[in-house]
């Protein structure tokens, strides 16, 4: 039971390069988010998701991509690294039971370094 | 504009005393609120949550309190051990949407 997987766990990238973070859940789990950490800062929203298709934007969408082809997998893409977007990432994915609130499970992050 | 804020950055506690990790939110339409710890290099992992209907949930050395009139929640941890050091988060959503907005953040720091 793998749980919320992000790969890679390191990344270092040069200013104006691209990459995709990856993000897979084995749990079946309908909503997936991803999350950033700085310091100060705390935890904020980039991009979620809903189900597969339907991506929205969250508090600081902007520099970053994400599509939602499958349940299981929800890739962000920086499209020309800025150092602002040097952080820690977190992937997230949560699900409904009945209506109810449930909690969101979190990967064991993505840390990404751009110089 | 933060909708959830933590305004004690850390917070240094003797073992087996209770931490009293406090979280403020603004918007009133929030109706489910979580606590989650988080260690170095790891992901945030699910600690405690209450809903809005109720004001107390307890689990174990954990309690969470809601204050709704003045849109407060506050973990209590009793007692604490050297284990509990680490980053704590409050977290906030509404019914019927899957956007968890987070705190900043406290750091206890459990002493022995």
């Known amino acids: 039971n793998a749980g919320v997987t992000q790969t890679p766990k390191f990344q270092v990238l040069k200013t104006g390069q691209s990459m995709t973070l990856q993000c897979a859940q084995d749990?079946?789990?309908?909503?997936m988010s991803w999350y950033r950490q700085d310091p100060g800062m705390g935890l904020r929203l980039i991009h979620y998701?809903?189900?597969?298709?339907?991506?929205d934007q969250g508090e600081v969408p902007n520099g970053y991509n994400v599509s939602r082809s499958t349940t299981e997998d929800f890739p962000l893409r920086l499209l020309s690294a800025a150092p602002s977007q040097t952080s820690v990432y977190f992937c997230?994915?949560?699900?409904?039971?009945?209506?109810?609130?449930?909690?969101?499970?979190f990967g064991q992050g993505t840390r990404l370094t751009v110089v | 504009d933060q909708q959830v804020k933590q305004n004690s950055p850390s917070l240094s506690v003797q073992e087996g005393r209770i931490s009293i990790l406090n979280c403020d939110y603004t918007?009133?339409?929030?109706?489910?609120f979580l606590w989650y710890k988080k260690y170095p290099a790891e992901g945030p992992t699910f600690l405690i949550s209450?809903?809005?209907?109720?004001d107390k949930n307890e689990d174990g050395r954990f309690t969470v309190f809601l204050n709704k009139s003045a849109k407060h929640l506050s973990l209590h941890i009793v007692p604490s051990q050297p284990g509990d050091s680490a980053v704590y988060f409050c977290?906030?959503?509404?019914?019927?949407?899957?956007?968890?907005?987070f705190g900043t953040g406290t750091r206890l720091k459990v002493l022995a």
């Open positions: 997230a994915s949560s699900y409904s039971r009945g209506g109810w609130n449930t909690e969101a499970f």
């Open positions: 749990m079946n789990h309908e909503y």
């Open positions: 998701s809903v189900g597969a298709g339907i991506t």
């Open positions: 918007n009133s339409m929030f109706d489910y």
């Open positions: 209450i809903s809005s209907i109720k």
């Open positions: 977290a906030a959503k509404t019914s019927g949407t899957y956007k968890y907005i």
